[in-house]
C-alpha cells in the first residue's frame, strides 16, 4: 500500500471514529436486522468501530463511498461493520460477526 493510500484510509478510519463516538449514526433497516438476529448490541457495534481497522475500502462504491471495517467488542467478539466513508453521519449498512463458509478468519476470506 502507498502512502497516499495509506493516508486516505487512515484519514477515513478517523472520520468513522469521530461519528461514532459522537454517536452521530444511523443504522439502516438491514443492519438493525443483522444485528437483532446475531444478537449484537449497540454498544459492541460501537466498541468494534474503536477498536476497528479498514478491511476493504469502496470508494467508488455504486451506492456511495463505503467500506468493511473489522474489529472486536470488550469481549473480544469479532465483528464486521459495512458503513458510510462520506456521509455527515455514519451509516452503518450492516453489521455481522465473521463466519464459515465465507470467511476463514475475521480478516481472511475462503
Given at each position: 500500500m502507498d502512502d497516499t493510500r495509506s493516508?486516505?484510509?487512515?484519514?477515513?478510519?478517523?472520520?468513522?471514529?469521530?461519528?461514532?463516538?459522537?454517536?452521530?449514526?444511523?443504522?439502516?433497516?438491514?443492519?438493525?436486522?443483522?444485528?437483532?438476529?446475531?444478537?449484537?448490541?449497540?454498544?459492541?457495534v460501537l466498541d468494534a468501530i474503536?477498536?476497528?481497522?479498514?478491511?476493504?475500502?469502496?470508494p467508488e462504491h455504486r451506492r456511495g463511498a463505503c467500506c468493511l471495517l473489522n474489529g472486536l467488542t470488550r469481549a473480544?467478539?469479532?465483528?464486521?461493520?459495512?458503513?458510510?466513508?462520506s456521509q455527515p453521519a455514519l451509516i452503518v449498512i450492516t453489521v455481522y460477526e465473521p463466519e464459515e463458509p465465507k470467511w476463514r478468519t475475521p480478516t481472511q476470506r475462503r
Open positions: 493516508m486516505d484510509l487512515k484519514t477515513v478510519l478517523h472520520r468513522i471514529r469521530a461519528q461514532a463516538s459522537a454517536e452521530n449514526l444511523h443504522i439502516t433497516q438491514h443492519g438493525y436486522q443483522e444485528m437483532v438476529e446475531e444478537d449484537i448490541t449497540l454498544d459492541e474503536t477498536s476497528g481497522k479498514i478491511l476493504e475500502n469502496y473480544g467478539r469479532p465483528l464486521h461493520i459495512v458503513c458510510t466513508t
